[in-house]
């Protein structure tokens, strides 16, 4: 199934176990944020929402994608924040794709902050950068930001 743009512009990789839409309210920031819901039977799949942007203003940098993230899971279900950088490298490289594998989201947390961080070379094309869930609950983004900085690339839970 192709994916289809859903919230604000955002992706929903599965639109038959999961939902996503935005929230008027009730978020840190006071504006709009946006979330994705597992619909339906527990399943082993996971979904997710991703935005992509032009890896061209960030090649050379250090990048991180923060947020706040509020969750509601059901026991053995998980949240993962993930940026990644697409393009032609000679090597193969492990600095430019951060899913806070080790780090994941495990309970039902309030509004939190999380950043997720790597690098784009050059031969950079791309920024993809979402939030995923595995399992029954539903999680909500709020005041999303993309930015660069500068020290050093420590990737989540690692």
């Known amino acids: 199934m192709q994916a289809k743009q859903s919230a604000s512009n955002w992706y929903l990789s599965d639109e038959q176990h999961f ?8 978020s840190p920031s006071g504006n709009q944020h946006v979330y994705i819901k597992t619909e339906g039977e527990r399943h082993r799949e996971f979904g997710f929402l991703s935005k992509q942007v032009s890896a ?22 998980q949240v993962q924040l993930w940026l990644r950088v697409d393009g032609e490298w000679e090597a193969k490289r492990t600095d430019v794709f951060d899913n806070m594998y080790k780090s994941r989201i495990v309970e039902s947390i309030d509004w939190t902050k999380f950043e997720v961080a790597v690098n784009v070379p050059e031969g950079s094309k791309n920024v993809i950068f979402g939030v995923l869930i ?13 930015e660069t900085y500068k020290g050093k690339v420590t990737l989540a839970g690692r």
């Not at 939902?19 to 009730?26: H, R, T």
């Not at 595995?134 to 999303?144: F, K, M, P, R, S």
């Open 19 to 26: 939902s996503s839409g935005i929230v008027e309210n009730g």
């Open 56 to 77: 061209k203003p960030f090649v050379g940098k250090q990048l991180k994608m923060a947020c706040m993230v509020k969750a509601e899971l059901a026991e053995n279900s």
């Open 134 to 146: 595995l399992g029954e609950g539903q999680t909500w983004l709020d005041d999303v930001v993309l």
